[in-house]
Antibody, heavy 123, light 107 residues
Framework: QVQLQQSGPGLVKPSQTLSLTCAISGDSVSSNSAAWNWIRQSPSRGLEWLGRTYYRSKWFNDYAVSVKSRITINPDTSKNQFSLQLNSVTPEDTAVYYC?????????????WGQGTLVTVSS | DIQMTQSPSSLSASVGDRVTITCQASQDINNYLNWYQQKPGKAPKLLIYDASNLETGVPSRFSGSGSGTDFTFTISSLQPEDIATYYCQQYDNLRITFGQGTRLGIK
């Protein structure tokens, strides 16, 4: 049974860096058949895919154009987890952030999700 | 970017009713269309993938159909526990987008 457990602060100051971690149990961040994603949800933007990391003989990352200049997603194989860093945040980055597994082959489908973390950007 | 138009934005139905939600893509996405259910305070849950495949463990009253640009999600007999918001999601060459959601309530 796959479980994703998120951790990280719920309050970030404007211009600072948002950092979240997603710990995986029941699967491996190094799996050759999964990708590990961050998705956020806000009333103004709805559900928004942010990016992913995955291993296919080497590590790959893909990011949404809207955040590409500010985002980093890193795997941590020693702890079987992956992380999100979003730089230079503004109040528009206030949202519930989810990590999610994509098990799609040739497509993308999110079959396992973390519990969600409400991150508020405010001074 | 591919735009997803989901309708209606909200609807109310009675227990036992047949409920239909549609999602239209601005261009052909083959069958790369998934449906999720989200209850308040919870993460979305995958119900249907690749337009018409029922995810393991999901009740058979849920179904999906369509290909190309027009897709339909159906609940054959609405149950009280189906009260939630439903989203479509498409995949096109790393442009992953979700519909705006349909809030489903009970009459």
């Amino acid at each position: 049974q796959v479980q994703l457990q998120q951790s990280g602060p719920g309050l970030v100051k404007p211009s600072q860096t948002l950092s979240l971690t997603c710990a995986i149990s029941g699967d491996s961040v190094s799996s050759n058949s999964a990708a590990w994603n961050w998705i956020r949800q806000s009333p103004s933007r709805g559900l928004e895919w942010l990016g992913r990391t995955y291993y296919r003989s080497k590590w790959f990352n893909d990011y949404a154009v809207s955040v590409k200049s500010r985002i980093t997603i890193n795997p941590d194989t020693s702890k079987n987890q992956f992380s999100l860093q979003l730089n230079s945040v503004t109040p528009e980055d206030t949202a519930v952030y989810y990590c999610a597994r994509d098990r799609g082959v040739g497509t993308t489908l999110f079959d396992q999700w973390g519990q969600g973390t409400l991150v508020t950007v405010s001074s | 970017d591919i735009q997803m138009t989901q309708s209606p934005s909200s609807l109310s139905a009675s227990v036992g009713d047949r409920v239909t939600i549609t999602c239209q893509a601005s261009q052909d996405i083959n069958n790369y269309l998934n449906w999720y259910q989200q209850k308040p305070g919870k993460a979305p849950k995958l119900l249907i993938y690749d337009a018409s495949n029922l995810e393991t463990g999901v009740p058979s009253r849920f179904s999906g159909s369509g290909s190309g640009t027009d897709f339909t999600f159906t609940i054959s007999s609405l149950q009280p526990e189906d009260i939630a918001t439903y989203y479509c999601q498409q995949y096109d060459n790393l442009r992953i987008t979700f519909g705006q959601g349909t809030r489903l309530g009970i009459k």
